[in-house]
């Protein structure tokens, strides 16, 4: 994602991350991709605000993430239940007009950098 927010700065497109929760909680996900930045054994599921701004700070080190993070509250009215279905890793383009123009309950970065293309009419980069 973060290739993509790189790619379509310069094209009016700006990208926020929306720390919601842990997806991979206790999870070692590196062996599937050969990253030892995805190992999250060492990390619990967040219960406090606290919790998740440490995580978030530590994925922008991590990852050396540019987007800018809002961090995302508890309870009901969260974000991620309203907008995101509950999904830890949901997608959505909010157009000019504040308009959903793409939902992806599981984020797909070819789907995403195809709309946009589409959308700012750059053509494959």
Known sequence: ????????????????????????????????????????????QTKTFEEREAYALGMIADFSQERPIIIDDFGKDCVQNWLGGGAPNSLAIIDRDGKLALWQVWSDAKELRTKLEEMTETGAN
Do not use: C, W
């Open 1 to 44: 994602m973060e290739k993509i927010a790189v790619d379509f700065r310069d094209k009016g497109v700006e990208f926020y991350n929306l720390y919601t929760r842990e997806p991979h909680p206790g999870q070692d996900t590196s062996k599937r991709t050969g990253d030892k930045r995805y190992d999250f054994t060492n990390k619990k």
